[in-house]
């Protein structure tokens, strides 16, 4: 047992050792994230993004001119359901497409944009071309739950004005056959 003792106390030593080395490290990291300036609070990242865009750079305003013309066309065709299925499934590929499209356009912005907005994590691709898409999108949704609600309002509301009218002819659901049943026991008796 005693051979084992130094061993276990190289093992105590190293582990001690380990951990001031990783105190330091931990202290440094502190240090240096203490006296890092950058934006802190939501509004302090909002207003470092926005002041990072050139919104009178052509591709700019064309993303915008985009959202605006499927806005329009979802309002102006809100009750034409086969154009909304199709603008609903072009803002989902447009969506879907975006992740490829930021790697394209990464490392091909200089033909259509003054700086590289297009980083790996896609935050401008994100939140300036499918965020606007996707609350259309939820939009289109929200119309198509009120359109269908409102159908099945209209079928509920028509069987049952049906059974009403069945009700008040005599003929209704199982009204009908009782009261043939009832004339039947009248003339039987």
Same mark, same amino acid.
């Given at each position: 047992m005693e051979a084992g003792m130094p061993e276990q106390e190289l093992l105590e030593e190293y582990a001690s050792a380990q951990a001031d080395v990783m105190d330091s490290v931990? =202290?440094?990291?502190?240090?240096? +994230? =203490? !006296?890092?300036?950058?934006?802190?609070? +939501? =509004?302090?990242?909002?207003?470092?993004?926005? =002041?990072?865009? !050139?919104?009178?750079?052509?591709?700019? #305003?064309?993303?915008?001119?985009?959202?605006?013309?499927?806005?329009? +066309?979802?309002?102006?065709? @809100? @009750?034409?359901?086969?154009?909304?299925? &199709?603008?609903?499934?072009l803002i989902c590929v447009l969506v879907g497409a975006a992740e490829p499209a930021n790697r394209w356009a990464a490392e091909n912005w200089r033909s259509f944009a003054t700086q !590289?907005?297009?980083?790996?994590?896609?935050?401008? &691709?994100?939140?300036?071309?499918?965020?606007?898409?996707?609350?259309?999108?939820?939009?289109q949704l929200l119309g198509f739950l009120y359109e269908a609600s409102s159908l099945l309002i209209k079928v509920k509301r028509a069987e049952l004005r049906r059974k009403a009218?069945? #009700?008040?002819?005599?003929?209704?659901?199982?009204?009908?056959?009782?009261?043939?049943?009832? #004339?039947?026991k009248r003339k039987d008796d």
């Open positions: 931990q =202290s440094e990291i502190d240090g240096i +994230l =203490s !006296n890092s300036v950058g934006p802190q609070t +939501l =509004s302090e990242h909002w207003e470092a993004f926005t =002041s990072a865009i !050139n919104f009178e750079e052509p591709f700019v #305003r064309g993303l915008f001119a985009l959202h605006a013309v499927v806005l329009v +066309l979802v309002v102006l065709l @809100r @009750r034409v359901y086969p154009a909304q299925v &199709t603008l609903f499934v !590289n907005y297009f980083d790996e994590h896609g935050v401008f &691709t994100g939140l300036m071309f499918c965020a606007p898409l996707l609350l259309i999108g939820f939009g009218a069945a #009700r008040a002819a005599g003929g209704g659901e199982g009204g009908g056959e009782a009261k043939a049943v009832k #004339r039947k």
